[in-house]
């Protein structure tokens, strides 16, 4: 079973930043879009951004104008920086592939991402 491997998550305080990284060794990651998703235990997993093939990022409205998604093929990880972290952004953060015109999909098992004083 394929899986991503999700790392970066710490525990920081509110005003800082954190780059999590995302990496997908055992596939051909030009064939697959990346997204980024998050989740509080009790809540639904709310998708916060994706990237396409081609390096196109598109942002969910939680992660509006602090987050920036990026992707390395080379490296084959797939990148979320997160600026001015709040409280509220406390939270396993999840990322996962789809394959460009396909229904194949991996996920990761997440990392976690405390913002407390």
């Known amino acids: 079973q394929v899986q991503l491997m999700e790392s970066g998550g710490d525990l920081v305080q509110p005003g800082g930043s954190l780059r999590l990284s995302c990496a997908a060794p055992?596939?051909?990651?030009?064939?697959?879009?990346f997204g980024w998703h998050r989740q509080v235990p009790g809540n639904r997993r709310e998708e916060l951004a994706s990237?396409?093939?081609?390096?196109?990022?598109m942002y969910q409205n939680p992660a509006k104008g602090r987050f920036i998604i990026s992707r390395d093929n080379a490296l084959k990880t797939v990148y979320l920086q997160i600026y001015d972290l709040r409280p509220e952004d406390t939270a396993v953060y999840f990322c996962?592939?789809?394959?460009?015109?396909?229904?194949?999909?991996?996920w990761g098992r997440g990392t976690q991402v405390t913002v407390s004083s």
């Open positions: 996962n592939a789809k394959m460009k015109s396909s229904s194949v999909e991996y």
């Open positions: 055992e596939i051909n990651v030009v064939f697959f879009n």
């Open positions: 990237i396409d093939t081609e390096g196109t990022p």
